[in-house]
């Protein structure tokens, strides 16, 4: 755990103990006048944060003001002391009065900068303390965490308070549309209350001369006593990490790494200074000890980092908002995310991060490189082009960046609270200007036309949570971009990464253009659970295409469904207007599991469209070369499906063994024969892991010959590439039918998944179309007998053809746009 013993989970838990003290101070807001004149201020960062700079905005434009910094701990009353500001402590008596009785209220981090007991009523300025990569708010689910197993019921209670400490913000500046349409996702804030103003916490970063921002960092540094006279002239690397939650910093330097990163700044007469982030100092302080080039400036030293990075040649971070502040500075930065995977999986991020960095490092040594590069030779190819990194990331993310973001922010408050008077109409957030709508692709046409087109229907698509554009929806956009380009196929994505077919527009989710586009659709086609009802209940269609034929139980037919979910399961299902199937027992088996009362669409899956290609020969070459395999390579698709417990039967290390042991078995084979026998890599396993596993399964020592394909958009292109297919229940085993490829069934814990977790809808110990295995021995042997054709499950593998692909022949997707015309979907 960090150092200061804070995380999500204890702060939750703290706010459910206090809901008596909200009920408490209810009568008093109701009671108690509030006065215009009268400001508090407060930042969970201390004096500072924007709030600062439009105290000093206040100030200067209101000479009769009555403010007052609300202060949390003595390091914070000492700042306000040296300030020379009028201070109380928040969560006192005179905090709770102060905070009572201002009209005002100016916060950074939540309205516990102040004293939330009192906020209700007032006007409540919310500056935040960065530009969000990661998560946020509502956005995140580290959000909600409280640390254990508590009934939904709690977590809900947690969510409304969130929700209601959001609805209390009358004013958040941000610096860009992009900015602001996660403020808006994250914190559930109507658009008129987002101010694209610049963010005042930036005044340091952009007003004055270069020249004099880079005197006022010095000034800052030296009077922390983070350098002295002797450091006249040296250079100065900011590190900046950002918080974990509660959980150790993985990027902490052990003994070789210090020593490493003291070499690099004697080699190029460097200050390095380590900034953590105030709730995760960590184990810093004792792993720089020695190295005197080594310089810690935690946030009790410089309450502003904004202050310091004028003076700053070089940032090196990992996902914190100080990277973007910095990137108005225009000098180098350094990405580096050591624990990137883990990181993504449980905070959660706006946007692939390479969108944001291009390119990161993953461990000390690769940092120590990036650094020498861009600072030893300035002029340089390496450094040019880092310099041009850093102000791509400032043009993505300020719309605004000029000074007097404090002025602005004044007036919008002035203007608010003075009846008659209102805001500068261009500075509020629009979401109808679409940020997050990718433009489409225009549509051609054999016949040109002078008249203006008439907007046809508008479809709306979702796979996988938005965190794919795939599966059975991307097969019926296929078919309609094909057969009615004036549909407008619109996709919802969980980031701008995730890339959506050709043609199509990408929304991302809970942006103000996925809500617009939600209520225009007329039509929602997704592969898994609608999670929001739809916007026009009755007007609009829903097409629940699933996302594979089940042999595991779903839904009602699970072992032990609770009430709770059985309700939520009927809400569910009570959602379709339409059910597509693949074949006649998922007809039966979806039906039945979902309770599902309304019309069965019995077509084939549109996403096997692709494994009954005209030339399979040439689709299996073609996909060889996109995939970057060789022509005469033994390929193996190893694609797995979930476990609710989250175990994985075999392992990265399990599958370079099986791996080794086909690769040797097939050089003794080869040398047996007179052969020369075959390298290793000529048996490669590409190993697709399901979407709900967050570890890779991939390399583990054995080079290129074990590649983790997960990434890849769609099982067709590995399906088609590859000589045998290793599963366990996954659903990919009807569609690899398709194509007749042998499969193999690895199952280890099978009586385990069958009796106790989850169960099957048929005899899979009898009907399994290919042999299967408990042991990674019985798995090699499997392999290579499946690869050279095995007669014993040639009568299995037909009669599984015959019951659960009669449909799949190429037409599906074509299938299901005719019976969406003749159901009056398409309107």
């Known amino acids: 755990m960090g150092t200061n013993g804070f995380d999500f989970a204890r702060g939750n838990l703290s706010k459910l103990t206090r809901l008596p003290l909200y009920a408490l101070g209810k009568p008093a807001q109701w009671l108690i006048p509030r006065t215009p004149k ?84 007032g006007y409540v300025v919310q500056l935040w303390h960065g530009i969000p990569l990661k998560r946020i708010h509502l956005d995140s689910p580290a959000t909600l965490n409280l640390g254990r197993r508590v009934p939904a019921v709690v977590t809900a209670l947690l969510r409304r308070l969130y929700r209601a400490g959001s609805r209390r913000i009358s004013l958040f500046p941000v610096p860009s549309a992009l900015v602001a349409s996660r403020i808006h996702s994250a914190f559930d804030l109507p658009p008129e209350r987002i101010l694209i103003s610049g963010d005042p916490r930036d005044e340091a970063l952009v007003s004055g001369s270069k020249r004099e921002r880079a005197a006022l960092a010095c000034r800052v540094l030296e009077g922390a006593g983070v350098v002295g006279a002797e450091d006249s002239g040296r250079r100065v690397v900011l590190f900046a990490p950002t918080w974990r939650d509660g959980d150790q910093d993985p990027a902490v330097p052990g ?38 080039r080594l310089r810690m400036a935690d946030s009790e030293a410089v309450a502003d980092v904004n202050q310091i990075l004028s003076g700053v040649e070089l940032l090196i971070t990992d996902y914190s908002s100080v990277a973007m502040d910095y990137s108005l500075t225009g000098s180098h930065l350094v990405w580096f995310a050591p624990d990137r995977e883990e990181y993504e999986r449980t905070r959660g991020l706006y946007e692939d991060y390479a969108t944001t960095t291009g390119e990161h490092e993953k461990d000390w040594a690769g940092v120590v490189e990036r650094v020498r590069e861009a600072l030893s030779v300035p002029d340089g ?35 608010d609270r003075t009846p008659g008077q209102h805001r ?90 996925w809500e617009a586009a939600r209520r225009d659709a007329g039509l929602f086609v997704l592969n898994d659970w609608l999670r929001t009802p739809v916007p026009r209940p009755g007007e609009q269609k829903v097409l629940q295409t699933w996302h594979g034929t089940p042999l595991k139980n779903l839904a009602l037919g699970r072992p032990k469904v609770g009430l709770r979910t059985r309700l939520a399961i009927l809400k569910q299902s009570r959602r379709w207007d339409a059910l597509l199937s693949q074949n006649p027992y998922s007809s039966h088996r979806l039906a039945t599991d979902y309770a599902f009362r309304g019309p069965v669409w019995e077509l084939g899956y549109p996403r096997n469209d692709r494994l009954s290609p005209a030339d399979p020969a040439a689709a299996r070459a073609a996909a060889r070369v996109d995939l970057g395999l060789s022509a005469h390579a033994r390929v193996v698709l190893y694609a797995p499906t979930w476990r609710d417990d989250g175990r994985i039967v075999l392992d990265g290390a399990g599958i370079a063994r099986v791996q080794r042991a086909l690769s040797a078995a097939d050089s003794i084979g080869a040398a047996g024969s007179g052969g020369e026998g075959t390298e290793g890599d000529d048996v490669v396993i590409l190993v697709r892991a399901h979407s709900r596993v967050a570890e890779g399964l991939g390399d583990a020592g054995a080079g290129t010959a074990v590649r983790d394909v997960s990434g890849e958009n769609g099982l067709e292109r590995l399906l088609l590439a590859a000589d045998v297919l290793v599963t366990d229940y996954s659903s990919v085993m009807f569609d690899a039918a398709v194509t007749s490829i042998p499969m193999v069934f690895h199952v280890p814990d099978l009586e385990l998944y069958r009796d106790s977790q989850r169960g099957f809808g048929l005899d899979f110990e009898t009907r399994a179309p290919g042999p299967l295995t408990r042991t990674e021995e019985e798995l090699v042997q499997a392999i290579r007998a499946a690869s050279t054709g095995d007669a014993e499950f040639e009568w299995r593998y037909a009669a599984w053809r015959a019951d659960f692909t009669p449909w799949d022949d190429g037409a599906a997707g074509e299938r299901v746009v005719r019976r969406l015309e003749a159901e009056g979907f398409l309107r």
């Open 38 to 121: 009268q400001w508090v201020f407060g930042s969970g960062a201390g004096v500072a944060q924007g709030a600062w700079e439009l105290w000093q905005e206040v100030a200067r434009r209101e000479p009769m003001a009555r403010m007052v910094w609300l202060v949390a701990n003595d390091a914070q009353e000492d700042q306000a002391r040296e300030a020379g500001i009028d201070w109380v402590y928040a969560q006192s008596w005179r905090g709770f009065w102060r905070t009572l009785r201002a009209k005002t209220l100016v916060v950074t981090h939540g309205l516990g900068d102040v004293n939330r007991y009192a906020s209700g009523g």
């Open 255 to 292: 003994p070789q790494e210090r020593d490493a990163l003291q070499g690099l700044a004697e080699e190029l007469d460097l200050i390095i200074v380590v900034r953590p982030h105030p709730l995760g100092v960590g184990s810093y302080r004792s792993a720089l000890a020695g190295a005197d």
């Open 381 to 415: 190819a390496t450094a040019r082009a880092s310099l041009l990194a850093t102000r791509s990331l400032r043009d993505r993310f300020f719309d605004v960046t000029e000074p007097g973001a404090p002025g602005r922010v004044y007036d919008a408050i002035l203007a």
């Open 424 to 513: 500068d109409e261009e500075s509020v957030y629009q979401p109808q200007a679409g940020a997050d709508v990718r433009e489409a692709e225009p549509v051609a046409s054999d016949v040109a036309s002078s008249e203006p087109m008439t907007p046809g229907p508008v479809v709306f698509f979702e796979s996988f949570y938005g965190l794919r554009a795939n599966d059975n929806p991307a097969g019926i956009d296929a078919a309609l971009a094909r057969l009615r380009p004036e549909v407008r196929r619109i996709w919802s994505v969980a980031s701008e990464a995730v890339q959506v077919p050709s043609g199509a527009e990408q929304v991302v989710e809970g942006t103000p253009a």
